[in-house]
């Protein structure tokens, strides 16, 4: 994890009703939820086997360790899980390196909540190494804190990576507003006892109680978000 959270933006927080702002990364902030899936066919394809569209749905937003080691078993492909994250952590760092676009309405969320100092954190499964690519394009100013998926024990769908995030600022999880884009993501977040934004990427999310389901970060401002936990 790291952090920058400076006094001024942990006293803005006190008292108010919304505590703290975490967003998920692929897929919710920038479009590249559809770049680790080619990047997932393109190193099977060197290995020799084809990848089944219907499995996207069942890798898309899960940690890299349950994503690889789902593909290597349903296509027996001869590589270790350790040799695989290398693979794909070298092929999509050089896809990013080409260029990261933002998800619609995402610079100006951004944009507001620094102006208005509102404590937000990247949180993501993705590693330290890829985040940190992202951060270049996106604008590290943006978050004083992130959190990357080989910075905790248990990643999502588990809630620690919001958990840390949240203790981060020092917040309540239950005033934190959580963006998130597929299902494992939600069920981290909502297991921390967050309020959570649903923008379905790749698979349907069904609004629920503490959930909302929008089509875009278009749809979501800092008015909005503090709704969530008033």
């Not at 393109?42 to 890798?59: N, Q, S, T």
């Amino acid at each position: 994890m790291t952090s920058t959270v400076p006094a001024s933006l942990t006293r803005t927080a006190e008292g108010a009703a919304l505590q703290a702002v975490l967003l998920d990364m692929d897929g919710t902030l920038v479009d590249t939820e559809g770049f680790w899936w080619d990047v997932e066919v393109e190193v099977f394809a060197d290995l020799g086997h084809r990848l089944d569209e219907a499995w996207r749905e069942v890798v898309v937003g899960g940690p890299m360790t349950r994503s690889a080691g789902y593909l290597v078993e349903v296509t027996g492909a001869d590589v270790t899980l350790d040799e695989l994250t290398v693979l794909l952590n070298d092929r999509f760092e050089k896809r990013i390196g080409r260029g990261v676009p933002l998800m619609p309405g995402a610079a100006r969320l951004l944009a507001e909540l620094h102006r208005h100092e509102i404590p937000t954190a990247l949180v993501s499964a993705s590693h330290r190494r890829i985040i940190d690519r992202v951060l270049d394009s996106v604008g590290r100013h943006h978050f004083a804190l992130t959190v990357a998926g080989d910075e905790v024990t248990r990643t999502k769908p588990h809630p620690e990576p919001y958990l840390t995030a949240a203790r981060g600022f020092g917040a309540d999880p239950r005033l934190c507003a959580v963006i998130e884009d597929t299902a494992t993501g939600v069920a981290a977040a909502e297991a921390a006892g967050c309020r959570v934004v649903a923008i379905p990427s790749v698979s349907p999310i069904a609004p629920a109680e503490g959930r909302v389901v929008v089509g875009s970060l278009e749809e979501v401002d800092l008015a909005f978000l503090r709704g969530l936990v008033t």
